[in-house]
């Protein structure tokens, strides 16, 4: 059975995941049992019955009814679903109601990442820190259009809308990285729309946290922008590579610097540094031609020194790409 | 097709009249205030004059019942989609108050609206100087 | 089932008799009825569901309707049925110059009421109670009121919808007036006139309610 | 039998006009036959398309923005335009009024209208195909599809008069069903395919009317943004999840209903024995039709809507569940002591019943409102209404196909050809979507253009054999389509397969213009094989 769950489930990592998956084994092997019966009892009738070839066309039997098998037919597979309903609404009941003690984190779905707010302040951008053996509250919410939470680990999931919250919760029992998905579609980046979950040790948590928020002033200004391209998002539509996906690729804007960028709208403007930073912050002002409007505005997610880092990231890119 | 029930005129006179009695008992049952008693009141008068139209007018007393039975299935699955929609939007935050409300309970597009008159012209604000025009609700 | 050996021109050739004939029509045009009434009943889920969550908002924005031309509007529409029905029991009773009467007194009342509709849109349209984001009234009544757009909206829809039947009502009402002229509806053959009619009184059926929902509570 | 063949209904009367101003309900059936399969045909191109792209992670063959106007089309296509309307439009037209011995439906005119507002649907889902695409998925979930830039609006007026049109057949054939009968032909001695329409019809009448109503509440909310389902503005996009699945729950049951019919009368005819529990399948079918409008919250479990409703629609779902279980035992059932024989509309009902059981089982899964939290939204869902929608209705779809076509055309096709063609599709559709289930176990989204190195095996695996399913359906389709050429003189005669209903024992292959030479006098019941014998007039 444990090999069939491996096989099945990714790995178990909530503390009410082994529940649902034993749900799931329950129906499984219930299904596979009735699905048996019918598959046998199709091919025994219509073997034994058969027209052979020499067999004349006759009267056949006019037995249609038999009231044992009808009532078998009714009450077994009423009692398997009684049995899977009050089940599934007991597992249910479990994952809805938060425990009182449950960490709060905020989770904000935006087309195309997530934002991460923590209680003691500070924000982290597509990667989820949690401590293990915590309940964790998820108040989830969206700025644009319906997506949803989905982290398979914890078989939990919850669609974030706009303008209203919804709540989930979980309590992670191993330390790792696990996937998280946008399940609900958002469009153009919807398959992109990825982050990771990582579960630390509680004490590691509580440092983690506590320098969160803290500056990176230490890095140079390319590494930080490294760092912020992935962080924050930059890559679920911009590649590094030259090829075009949702927005222009990185490194061919770094290839035009201090030429001319064309607008949908027929307008232009050179490429330059007041470019980059009004087009990170107002997206929506000048979109390049070919390329649809669907950037969110960043006015608010990055500091001054972090659009400079991004800047001095993106012009770093053709140096490299040339040696 | 002579053999086509007619409903006897007095009974679409009476009818009618009942109809019209009815309405301005609606009407004048709305200027005093039961609180949600009114919405009872007004929509149980409504369902009376609907069933007098329903079965005289729409001749569904003396129709074949396969009519009326479509037409209580209209109301029958009317009933259900209401009923189930409010299973949800009536008991949302019973166990996570957070998600009863929206977030803004207002829209966006208020806050760039002027206020005004009651013609619908801006004025600064709403203060006794327009009191006048405020007609009779306030 | 009638007896009668002839086929009259009207019946059609899947058919066996008169009746049966007829019989089929009108459950057709039940089922129909059936349809329209769910057509409507997604916009009262709207408005059940609506009025559920913001009472105080419906109870605010249900002041800045006309009362009276409601009331007008109900009477004129349940005159019309009532012609409406005269109508067909007229030409039941083979009368066909008074079932002619009453059918342009039903469009006549039809008019009125589209008018009196008017009447009241243009007033709203005037001082910008409208749907949706159009909306701008935000008079002294309404001013601390959150989202009265909502509201309008489906009352524009809802009477709208119900506006567009009147409008559908009045054309065949003009049909059933060529055709009784014409002789073409009589005592022997008059399924249309009944069709319409019940979809004429569906239309004041659907008013019965819109009236208190929105004028009155 | 060569005299009865001088005139039927494909070759009289003549020109290019008599088809188009046809009232005959037979020549309506075969045109909505024939532009349901070119739209099927397109949908698994479309499909195909995305399989090719799926086979391997990235975006190798098309953009992220290609692959969602591909996904929406193919649903909206294969949804609005073949399967709702292909069984009822098509096989329904064609023989219900055969089936009650009348000679047409009860409003002929109101059929072809309703053929035409098809049509005209059908040209705006061409046109949003032709101008640029759609790319909300066939839900139009708000607020995305109040926002998106792509051609929503000409997609929702084509959703609303294709409702139209639905409604229109729906309100035909309950008026037929209830008037038209010949004498004689009570309730119970209905095949269960009128059953089945009928069914079809109720829920077709009832529901679609609110999808009329939602998509013009959608367009009023791009226009003018009222306000109901956008939250921007006030309104709730569940709410707008209440309104489309009250439709599209039921619209379930439009698709699969038709579908028990047609093997309600594959098996016993194929079998050559009385159909076992006919009062039981009748019943259930109105009952599914019924419950089917209690339970369309259970596609939204992630939704956020009340504690209470969940528990409330896990509940009512499984009611569902049980009259179908029921169903499949009584099919089963009915070849017990009969005489099977392997023909190829057999094959397709016995593959319905393996495929159709697995989709059926699967929705046990789902229903179960914590586990559904982990497989919403998942590629196990794609596999589970893959596994109904065309293991279950295409499959019996062209299991019915292949049963009445000699019927509307008075010729036989290949059998060995479309045998093979039917394992072909069996074992096609297995290998394409039972991966997806893993897939969805495992975790995998659906309607992501690319996708984790980690389900790549799966995936791949799927594509491969969705290339066989393809292959097989194609070659099904060109197997009938090659037995109408002139020079194919295997005649079936009016009755190949010894059936007992009224369109094959009283009235030639094809059909006469006005059905029947003159009126039918019912002789036995539609299952009656153990009082009558008709033999059949096709010996291979």
Same mark, same amino acid.
């Given at each position: 059975m444990d090999t069939l769950r491996e096989y099945f489930f990714p790995k178990q990592v909530s503390t009410f995941a082994a529940d649902i998956d034993n749900l799931f084994f329950f129906i499984f092997y219930s299904s596979v049992v009735l699905f048996a019966i019918v598959v046998f009892g199709m091919i025994y009738l219509s073997v034994k019955y058969r027209l052979k070839k020499d067999d004349d066309i006759k009267l056949t039997s006019s037995k249609d009814h038999s009231n044992i098998l009808e009532a078998l037919f009714f009450i077994i597979p009423l009692i398997l679903v009684s049995i899977t309903f009050v089940w599934g609404i007991k597992s249910y009941l479990k994952m809805v109601i938060v425990p009182d003690d449950a960490i709060e984190i905020k989770v904000t779905g935006q087309s195309w990442f997530w934002t991460f707010d923590y209680p003691d302040g500070g924000s982290t951008l597509n990667e989820l820190v949690v401590p293990s053996n915590t309940p964790i509250k998820i108040v989830l919410s969206s700025k644009d259009v319906l997506h949803s939470f989905f982290i398979p680990v914890m078989r939990s999931k919850m669609d974030a809308l706009p303008n209203r919250y919804n709540v989930m919760w979980f309590d992670a029992a191993q330390e790792g990285v696990y996937d998280i998905f946008c399940t609900e579609y958002c469009g153009t980046g919807h398959s992109q729309m990825g982050a990771k979950v990582v579960v630390m040790k509680p004490e590691q948590y509580r440092t983690w946290a506590s320098e969160l928020g803290a500056d990176d002033e230490s890095i140079p200004l390319d590494e930080l922008g490294a760092k912020l391209y992935t962080k924050k998002a930059c890559n679920t539509c911009h590649t590094l590579d030259g090829t075009a996906l949702v927005g222009p690729s990185y490194l061919q804007t770094s290839q035009m610097w201090g030429k001319e960028r064309i607008f949908d709208d027929g307008s232009s403007t050179i490429i330059d540094d007041n470019y980059i930073r009004s087009s990170i912050l107002e997206p929506q002002t000048q979109i390049v031609a070919g390329y649809q409007g669907v950037m969110p505005t960043y006015q608010g997610l990055l500091n001054d020194r972090e659009l400079d880092a991004l800047i001095a990231f993106l012009k770093s890119l053709e140096v490299d790409s040339e040696i | 097709m002579s053999e086509h029930h007619i409903t006897p005129l007095r009974t679409y006179l009476i009818i009618a009249g009942i109809l019209f009695f009815l309405t301005g008992l609606t009407v004048f049952v709305a200027k005093f205030d039961f609180g949600s008693f009114n919405i009872i009141v007004a929509m149980a008068v409504a369902t009376f004059k609907a069933t007098l139209v329903a079965l005289f007018f729409m001749h569904l007393l003396w129709d074949d019942k396969k009519n009326l039975t479509l037409f209580v299935m209209s109301l029958m699955f009317l009933g259900i989609f209401i009923t189930i929609t409010l299973l949800d939007t009536g008991f949302r935050g019973g166990i996570n108050p957070e998600i009863t409300k929206p977030i803004n309970e207002r829209a966006a597009f208020y806050e760039s609206l002027p206020l005004t008159d009651t013609h619908g012209n801006p004025v600064d604000s709403h203060d006794d100087q327009h009191h006048d025009e405020g007609k009779d609700h306030y | 089932m009638s007896n009668d050996k002839s086929s009259p021109k009207f019946l059609q050739h899947h058919f066996h008799d008169v009746n049966q004939q007829y019989e089929t029509a009108k459950l057709g045009m039940w089922a129909f009825i059936l349809t329209e009434v769910l057509t409507f009943g997604g916009l009262f889920v709207a408005y059940v569901v609506f009025r559920s969550w913001y009472p105080e908002m419906f109870v605010g924005a249900n002041l800045l309707l006309d009362v009276n031309k409601g009331l007008l509007n109900t009477i004129v529409l349940i005159t019309s049925s009532l012609t409406m029905a005269l109508a067909i029991w007229a030409i039941q009773k083979k009368n066909k110059k008074l079932s002619l009467i009453m059918l342009v007194a039903t469009f006549i009342f039809a008019f009125i009421f589209l008018v009196i509709k008017y009447l009241e849109y243009s007033h709203k349209f005037e001082v910008g109670q409208l749907p949706g984001e159009y909306y701008s009234y935000m008079g002294p009544e309404i001013a601390h009121i959150n989202n009265p757009h909502i509201f309008f909206s489906i009352y524009f829809i809802m009477t709208g919808l119900h506006g567009l039947h009147v409008a559908i009502g009045m054309g065949l009402i003009a049909w059933l007036i060529y055709s009784t002229a014409k002789g073409n509806l009589n005592s022997d053959y008059y399924t249309p006139m009944e069709m319409v009619g019940i979809f004429w009184h569906l239309v004041d059926l659907i008013w019965i309610y819109l009236f208190p929902l929105f004028y009155l509570i | 039998m060569g005299d009865n063949q001088k005139q039927n209904y494909l070759t009289h009367p003549k020109g290019l006009m008599s088809w188009l101003l046809t009232l005959d309900h037979k020549r309506i059936g075969l045109m909505y036959l024939v532009s349901g399969v070119i739209f099927f045909l397109i949908g698994g191109l479309i499909a195909l398309g995305m399989r090719l792209e799926l086979a391997a992670p990235g975006n190798d063959f098309i953009s992220n923005e290609t692959y969602n106007n591909m996904y929406t089309l193919h649903g909206a296509i294969m949804i609005f335009l073949f399967i709702i309307p292909a069984i009822p439009g098509a096989l329904g037209n064609i023989l219900l009024p055969l089936m009650l011995g009348a000679k047409d439906v009860a409003f002929p005119r109101l059929n072809l209208a309703s053929f035409y507002l098809y049509s005209l649907g059908a040209v705006f889902a061409v046109y949003t195909i032709i101008s640029g695409g759609v790319d909300t998925g066939w839900t139009f979930y708000t607020p995305y599809s109040t926002q998106s830039t792509s051609n929503v609006i000409p997609m929702t007026i084509g959703v609303f008069i294709i409702g139209f049109s639905s409604i229109l057949t729906g309100l035909n054939f309950i008026a037929t069903v209830h008037k038209m009968r010949i004498p004689g032909l009570t309730w119970y001695k209905l095949p269960l395919f009128v059953w089945a329409l009928y069914g079809t019809s109720l829920v077709q009448i009832t529901a679609t009317p609110v999808i009329a109503i939602t998509m013009v509440l959608l367009m009023l909310e791009r226009f003018l943004g009222i306000g109901i389902f956008d939250p921007a503005l006030g309104g709730d996009p569940v709410l707008y999840q209440h309104f489309f699945w009250f439709y599209s729950h039921p619209a379930v049951y439009i698709m699969i209903l038709p579908a028990f019919g047609i093997i309600s009368e594959i098996i016993p005819v194929h079998s050559r024995k009385k159909i076992w529990g006919y009062k039981f399948i009748a019943y259930s079918t109105l009952s599914i039709a019924f419950i +089917?409008?209690?339970?369309? +919250?259970h596609h939204m479990f992630t939704s956020g809507q009340s504690v209470f409703s969940q528990i409330v629609f896990s509940f009512i779902t499984y009611f569902v569940g049980i009259p179908t279980g029921v169903k499949i035992f009584s099919w089963i059932l009915t070849m017990y002591k009969g005489q099977v024989s392997f023909t190829p509309p057999m094959l397709y009902a016995l593959s319905f019943l393996f495929l159709f059981t697995i989709g059926g089982l699967t929705g046990i899964f789902l229903g179960a409102v914590a586990l559904d939290i982990h497989l919403h939204d998942s590629y196990f869902v794609v596999a589970h209404f893959h596994y109904v929608m065309q293991g279950g209705t295409i499959v019996a779809f062209l299991g019915g196909l292949h049963h009445w076509w000699p019927k509307s055309f008075g010729k036989m096709y290949n059998h060995t050809i479309a045998n093979i063609c039917a394992v072909g599709v069996f074992l096609g559709f297995n290998g394409t979507f039972f991966p997806q289930f893993l897939l969805g176990l495992r975790g995998m989204p659906r309607r992501y253009a690319t996708y984790d190195s980690q389900f790549v095996e799966l995936h791949s695996y799927s594509s491969f054999w969705s290339g066989i399913l393809g292959l097989s359906i194609f070659f099904a389709f060109i197997n009938l389509v090659w037995s109408l050429r002139k020079s194919n003189t295997d005649d079936p005669g009016t009755n190949p397969w010894g059936a007992m209903t009224l369109e094959w024992t009283h009235t030639t292959s094809p059909p006469h213009p006005h059905n029947f030479e003159k009126d039918p006098i019912l002789e036995h019941g539609p299952y009656d094989y153990d009082k009558v014998i008709v033999e059949p007039t096709y010996k291979k």
């Amino acid at each position: 059975m444990d090999t069939l769950r491996e096989y099945f489930f990714p790995k178990q990592v909530s503390t009410f995941a082994a529940d649902i998956d034993n749900l799931f084994f329950f129906i499984f092997y219930s299904s596979v049992v009735l699905f048996a019966i019918v598959v046998f009892g199709m091919i025994y009738l219509s073997v034994k019955y058969r027209l052979k070839k020499d067999d004349d066309i006759k009267l056949t039997s006019s037995k249609d009814h038999s009231n044992i098998l009808e009532a078998l037919f009714f009450i077994i597979p009423l009692i398997l679903v009684s049995i899977t309903f009050v089940w599934g609404i007991k597992s249910y009941l479990k994952m809805v109601i938060v425990p009182d003690d449950a960490i709060e984190i905020k989770v904000t779905g935006q087309s195309w990442f997530w934002t991460f707010d923590y209680p003691d302040g500070g924000s982290t951008l597509n990667e989820l820190v949690v401590p293990s053996n915590t309940p964790i509250k998820i108040v989830l919410s969206s700025k644009d259009v319906l997506h949803s939470f989905f982290i398979p680990v914890m078989r939990s999931k919850m669609d974030a809308l706009p303008n209203r919250y919804n709540v989930m919760w979980f309590d992670a029992a191993q330390e790792g990285v696990y996937d998280i998905f946008c399940t609900e579609y958002c469009g153009t980046g919807h398959s992109q729309m990825g982050a990771k979950v990582v579960v630390m040790k509680p004490e590691q948590y509580r440092t983690w946290a506590s320098e969160l928020g803290a500056d990176d002033e230490s890095i140079p200004l390319d590494e930080l922008g490294a760092k912020l391209y992935t962080k924050k998002a930059c890559n679920t539509c911009h590649t590094l590579d030259g090829t075009a996906l949702v927005g222009p690729s990185y490194l061919q804007t770094s290839q035009m610097w201090g030429k001319e960028r064309i607008f949908d709208d027929g307008s232009s403007t050179i490429i330059d540094d007041n470019y980059i930073r009004s087009s990170i912050l107002e997206p929506q002002t000048q979109i390049v031609a070919g390329y649809q409007g669907v950037m969110p505005t960043y006015q608010g997610l990055l500091n001054d020194r972090e659009l400079d880092a991004l800047i001095a990231f993106l012009k770093s890119l053709e140096v490299d790409s040339e040696i | 097709m002579s053999e086509h029930h007619i409903t006897p005129l007095r009974t679409y006179l009476i009818i009618a009249g009942i109809l019209f009695f009815l309405t301005g008992l609606t009407v004048f049952v709305a200027k005093f205030d039961f609180g949600s008693f009114n919405i009872i009141v007004a929509m149980a008068v409504a369902t009376f004059k609907a069933t007098l139209v329903a079965l005289f007018f729409m001749h569904l007393l003396w129709d074949d019942k396969k009519n009326l039975t479509l037409f209580v299935m209209s109301l029958m699955f009317l009933g259900i989609f209401i009923t189930i929609t409010l299973l949800d939007t009536g008991f949302r935050g019973g166990i996570n108050p957070e998600i009863t409300k929206p977030i803004n309970e207002r829209a966006a597009f208020y806050e760039s609206l002027p206020l005004t008159d009651t013609h619908g012209n801006p004025v600064d604000s709403h203060d006794d100087q327009h009191h006048d025009e405020g007609k009779d609700h306030y | 089932m009638s007896n009668d050996k002839s086929s009259p021109k009207f019946l059609q050739h899947h058919f066996h008799d008169v009746n049966q004939q007829y019989e089929t029509a009108k459950l057709g045009m039940w089922a129909f009825i059936l349809t329209e009434v769910l057509t409507f009943g997604g916009l009262f889920v709207a408005y059940v569901v609506f009025r559920s969550w913001y009472p105080e908002m419906f109870v605010g924005a249900n002041l800045l309707l006309d009362v009276n031309k409601g009331l007008l509007n109900t009477i004129v529409l349940i005159t019309s049925s009532l012609t409406m029905a005269l109508a067909i029991w007229a030409i039941q009773k083979k009368n066909k110059k008074l079932s002619l009467i009453m059918l342009v007194a039903t469009f006549i009342f039809a008019f009125i009421f589209l008018v009196i509709k008017y009447l009241e849109y243009s007033h709203k349209f005037e001082v910008g109670q409208l749907p949706g984001e159009y909306y701008s009234y935000m008079g002294p009544e309404i001013a601390h009121i959150n989202n009265p757009h909502i509201f309008f909206s489906i009352y524009f829809i809802m009477t709208g919808l119900h506006g567009l039947h009147v409008a559908i009502g009045m054309g065949l009402i003009a049909w059933l007036i060529y055709s009784t002229a014409k002789g073409n509806l009589n005592s022997d053959y008059y399924t249309p006139m009944e069709m319409v009619g019940i979809f004429w009184h569906l239309v004041d059926l659907i008013w019965i309610y819109l009236f208190p929902l929105f004028y009155l509570i | 039998m060569g005299d009865n063949q001088k005139q039927n209904y494909l070759t009289h009367p003549k020109g290019l006009m008599s088809w188009l101003l046809t009232l005959d309900h037979k020549r309506i059936g075969l045109m909505y036959l024939v532009s349901g399969v070119i739209f099927f045909l397109i949908g698994g191109l479309i499909a195909l398309g995305m399989r090719l792209e799926l086979a391997a992670p990235g975006n190798d063959f098309i953009s992220n923005e290609t692959y969602n106007n591909m996904y929406t089309l193919h649903g909206a296509i294969m949804i609005f335009l073949f399967i709702i309307p292909a069984i009822p439009g098509a096989l329904g037209n064609i023989l219900l009024p055969l089936m009650l011995g009348a000679k047409d439906v009860a409003f002929p005119r109101l059929n072809l209208a309703s053929f035409y507002l098809y049509s005209l649907g059908a040209v705006f889902a061409v046109y949003t195909i032709i101008s640029g695409g759609v790319d909300t998925g066939w839900t139009f979930y708000t607020p995305y599809s109040t926002q998106s830039t792509s051609n929503v609006i000409p997609m929702t007026i084509g959703v609303f008069i294709i409702g139209f049109s639905s409604i229109l057949t729906g309100l035909n054939f309950i008026a037929t069903v209830h008037k038209m009968r010949i004498p004689g032909l009570t309730w119970y001695k209905l095949p269960l395919f009128v059953w089945a329409l009928y069914g079809t019809s109720l829920v077709q009448i009832t529901a679609t009317p609110v999808i009329a109503i939602t998509m013009v509440l959608l367009m009023l909310e791009r226009f003018l943004g009222i306000g109901i389902f956008d939250p921007a503005l006030g309104g709730d996009p569940v709410l707008y999840q209440h309104f489309f699945w009250f439709y599209s729950h039921p619209a379930v049951y439009i698709m699969i209903l038709p579908a028990f019919g047609i093997i309600s009368e594959i098996i016993p005819v194929h079998s050559r024995k009385k159909i076992w529990g006919y009062k039981f399948i009748a019943y259930s079918t109105l009952s599914i039709a019924f419950i +089917g409008f209690l339970v369309w +919250g259970h596609h939204m479990f992630t939704s956020g809507q009340s504690v209470f409703s969940q528990i409330v629609f896990s509940f009512i779902t499984y009611f569902v569940g049980i009259p179908t279980g029921v169903k499949i035992f009584s099919w089963i059932l009915t070849m017990y002591k009969g005489q099977v024989s392997f023909t190829p509309p057999m094959l397709y009902a016995l593959s319905f019943l393996f495929l159709f059981t697995i989709g059926g089982l699967t929705g046990i899964f789902l229903g179960a409102v914590a586990l559904d939290i982990h497989l919403h939204d998942s590629y196990f869902v794609v596999a589970h209404f893959h596994y109904v929608m065309q293991g279950g209705t295409i499959v019996a779809f062209l299991g019915g196909l292949h049963h009445w076509w000699p019927k509307s055309f008075g010729k036989m096709y290949n059998h060995t050809i479309a045998n093979i063609c039917a394992v072909g599709v069996f074992l096609g559709f297995n290998g394409t979507f039972f991966p997806q289930f893993l897939l969805g176990l495992r975790g995998m989204p659906r309607r992501y253009a690319t996708y984790d190195s980690q389900f790549v095996e799966l995936h791949s695996y799927s594509s491969f054999w969705s290339g066989i399913l393809g292959l097989s359906i194609f070659f099904a389709f060109i197997n009938l389509v090659w037995s109408l050429r002139k020079s194919n003189t295997d005649d079936p005669g009016t009755n190949p397969w010894g059936a007992m209903t009224l369109e094959w024992t009283h009235t030639t292959s094809p059909p006469h213009p006005h059905n029947f030479e003159k009126d039918p006098i019912l002789e036995h019941g539609p299952y009656d094989y153990d009082k009558v014998i008709v033999e059949p007039t096709y010996k291979k």
